[in-house]
């Protein structure tokens, strides 16, 4: 394979509006080249404050995504939680077009009393809608919906790929969330699903879970982030891997780490 391998790692969060700066130049010092932006309870800059802060991420090459809001069912059998869900997304995507962050990551919906296919068809019809949005908008951005940790919540590894082949969104692999959800994690399989993207987004973390699925995340061992960087080192993947454990700044500091003695 001649294909460059370019691993990023990065946290979760980069501090509030204020302490974004510094914390940013301290991610490029520890060699972290990415960062997520939790907007996970609400959108807490304006178009101006995001402008500076992607200016500053793109002087410390840190690739900026956002996460958005949880308060998201695009499967709701009301319309208007719908609409406000939609408008939620859409709200990161103006904010990520002035970063300059090209995936906004989410978790697109749940079953609720629809059909796993039903459900589907929903999520699909309601990310196609957003997309018109986003191409009158000529926002540079993608929709990435995430694999997610329960049961109870749409996106399984085949959903979200289903949805990436009818619809050219992007994706979120959340490889802790797919522990969670089917119990186990079978690297070759979900590597060999992913080989013919150029790039992937990501999430891991240490992770609880029931047999509902995910409870909480954890401190990510050493062993696990092993195995994981390990297939990504066997399959040449271009990949960014966030964290979100409770330490989510030295959990990353640490993934590099181990990437770099595997290297
Ligand atoms: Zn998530």
Redesign the pocket.
């Known amino acids: 394979m001649t294909r460059k391998v370019r691993v990023r790692f990065g946290p979760a969060g980069i501090g509030g509006v204020k302490q974004a700066p510094k914390n940013l130049e301290n991610y490029n010092k520890k060699g972290l080249r990415a960062a997520e932006i939790p907007f996970t309870y609400r959108v807490w800059m304006n178009n101006n404050q995001a402008k500076e802060i992607g200016k500053i991420a793109k002087k410390f090459d840190i690739k900026l995504s956002i ?1 958005a809001p949880y308060y998201i069912n695009l499967n709701s059998q009301y319309k208007e939680k719908v609409k406000a869900s939609k408008k939620r997304i859409l709200s990161c995507c103006e904010k990520a077009h002035y970063l300059g962050a090209e995936y906004i ?1 989410f ?1 697109a919906g749940y079953y609720v009393k629809s059909t796993p296919k039903g459900c589907y068809l929903n999520i699909k019809n309601q990310i196609q809608q957003m997309q018109k949005v986003i191409k009158k908008k000529k926002w540079k951005v993608k929709l990435a919906p ?1 694999i997610t940790g329960k049961k109870s919540q749409f996106g399984s590894l085949d959903e979200i790929l289903r949805l990436v082949k009818e619809t050219r969104c992007f994706f ?1 692999i ?1 490889f802790s969330h797919i522990l969670a959800r089917e119990g186990k994690i079978n690297y070759k399989e979900i590597f060999e699903k992913l080989k013919k993207f150029k790039y992937v987004h990501s ?1 891991f973390s240490g992770i609880e879970f029931t047999s509902k699925g995910e409870r909480r995340h954890l401190i990510t061992s050493e062993k696990k982030l092993k195995e994981l960087l390990r297939w990504v080192k066997r399959y040449n993947q271009s990949i960014t891997i966030i964290n979100e454990s409770p330490s989510p700044l030295k959990d990353s500091i640490k993934a590099l780490k181990i990437w770099k003695s595997l290297n």
């Open positions: 996460h990551v978790h995430e979120c959340d999430h």
